[in-house]
Every structure is written in structure tokens, then in C-alpha cells.
């Protein structure tokens, strides 16, 4: 009876996603991108704001050809917590002031992402003192749909590095918006 139970919750399931009419309703969007077919360069004057992405290669910054394009308003650069706060309490922000000097030089603009998770098992992005039972472990594996260990993610969800995160995120305040 418990598995019968179970085999109809399964198959009620599978009918919201498949939908009723057989279509995966993940697949709606497959052909967005062939009403952008024709389009032409340059592109039309909008009021979008572009950012060159950089994740982690700020080295790639210097002397890029987005200094020279008028519609770039900068670049999007990431920096880890663990890189920001090497210790607890001790913050550098020297790298993220070393970039924005840079760009605002060529009159343009940094777009900061924080990152707190990892894509990668070799490459934890929180600091060592997060890592401790006072945190419990500061943070969590992450997992591929088949079970295999493919990164990190900060704990957010724990009070005590939520609190960590945000007097990270005040000093990064004080730092650069006074």
C-alpha cells in the first residue's frame, strides 16, 4: 500500500512537469534565440549598461580593448570572501581598490561580484577561521545531479556566519561608500 502511495505521488508528479499535453515545460524557451537571428552590428542605442566579465582573471584587466569602446561602462570582476578577509576581522580590499583606480583612470567602471561558493572541490571560498566548529564548518559541499562532489557553498543559513558575512559586507560598505 506504502509503495503504491508513493508510485502516484511519483506519477502526479511527472504529469505537472511533462504536462498534461506531453510538452516538458522546460523546453518553452529552445527557440528564444531565433528571433535574434538577423540582427545586425552595431547594435541600437539603448540605455543598457555593459560590463566585460572577468570571474576571477583581473590580471586580463590591463590594457583590455573595453577600455577603448565607449559603450562598455566597465567590468565585472570576482573576488572570493576568503580573499577579502584573510583573517577574521582582517580585511584587504587592496585588489578590488587596485581595480577600480585602474578603471576609473580610463573612465570606466567596476561591477563587483562577492562569491562565497566554489565550482570547483579543489578551491574553498570562505576563510580558515569559517572552517571551525563555531561556524559548524562555515561551509557545505555541493553535489551534481549524479552524487559527485563538485564544490563549496558558504552556510549562510548559520546565524553566526551570517553575522560574519555581514560585518564583511560593512567594511566593504565603509570602505568604498564612506
Not at 539603448?46 to 567590468?75: C, M, T
Request: charged share 25%; glycine share 6%.
Amino acid at each position: 500500500m506504502q509503495s503504491h502511495k508513493a508510485f502516484l505521488i511519483f506519477l502526479f508528479g511527472m504529469m505537472i512537469i511533462l504536462n498534461v499535453s506531453g510538452q516538458n515545460k522546460a523546453n518553452r524557451y529552445n527557440d528564444a534565440y531565433k528571433q535574434y537571428l538577423n540582427a545586425t552590428c552595431p547594435l541600437e542605442e539603448d540605455s543598457i549598461k555593459h560590463f566585460v566579465y572577468f570571474a576571477k582573471d583581473r590580471a586580463l584587466l590591463k590594457n583590455h580593448q573595453l577600455l577603448n569602446i565607449e559603450r562598455i561602462e566597465g567590468a565585472q570582476i570576482m573576488y572570493s570572501w576568503r580573499q577579502l578577509e584573510s583573517q577574521r576581522g582582517t580585511y584587504d580590499f587592496s585588489e578590488i581598490r587596485e581595480d577600480y583606480e585602474y578603471l576609473l583612470s580610463h573612465g570606466k567602471k567596476l561591477f563587483i561580484q562577492f562569491q562565497d561558493l566554489s565550482f570547483t572541490t579543489s578551491y574553498i571560498p570562505v576563510p580558515d577561521y569559517l572552517m571551525s566548529e563555531e561556524f559548524d564548518g562555515g561551509c557545505s559541499k555541493t553535489f551534481t545531479d549524479d552524487g559527485v562532489h563538485e564544490g563549496w557553498v558558504a552556510k549562510k543559513w548559520n546565524p553566526a556566519v551570517q553575522e560574519r558575512f555581514a560585518l564583511l559586507m560593512l567594511e566593504l560598505g565603509k570602505e568604498f561608500d564612506g
